[in-house]
């Protein structure tokens, strides 16, 4: 019966250490583009979804975006109220109208405090392509025809 104890407390301990450490932790549990398929043509947005070590969850303040090149730099700055229980977060972070091509982004979680795990040290990264309006498409296509239309007559004229 004594050994049984000692086990039965030795996953005690364990159990509250795993608690204790997921409890301090602001972790990203997602970070997903809005729209899936990007145009120039449409407001793109990085939705963050996060956990937070208490509840009620709550951004301490806005969330930034810097832009450098083709990489998109967000800060997102959560917090929580003192009540411990896992608590959750989803903001939306605007790109905006963004030029075709690639894109990478990088998140990072700035916690109000020092955490265990170090300040500042939680992230998402990705990458996304933003494409040219299908019809953009076609009226490049379009003028291209034209133009080719046009100087093959010319030539033929000459």
Same mark, same amino acid.
Do not use: K, L
């Given at each position: 019966m004594r050994a049984k104890n000692s086990v039965a407390s030795g996953v005690a301990l364990l159990g509250g250490f795993f608690i204790t450490n997921l409890c301090c932790a602001y972790l990203i549990d #997602?970070?997903?583009l809005f729209p899936v398929s990007p145009t120039?043509?449409?407001p793109i947005s990085l939705n963050v979804s996060m956990t937070t070590p208490g509840i009620p969850a709550f951004l301490a303040a806005p969330s930034t975006t810097q832009f450098n090149g083709n990489l998109?730099?967000?800060?997102v700055y959560p917090d929580s109220g003192a009540l411990t229980a896992i608590g959750s977060l989803s903001e939306a972070v605007p790109f905006g109208l963004l030029s #075709?091509?690639?894109y990478n982004y990088e998140v990072t979680l700035i916690p109000p405090t020092d955490i265990p795990f170090g300040r500042n040290m939680r992230f998402a990264s990705g990458t996304f392509i933003?494409?040219?309006e299908p019809a953009t498409i076609a009226v490049l296509l379009l003028a291209v025809m034209l133009v080719g239309g046009i100087h093959r007559r010319a030539r033929a004229l000459t």
């Open positions: #997602s970070a997903a120039t043509t449409t998109i730099s967000i800060n #075709s091509g690639t933003v494409v040219p």
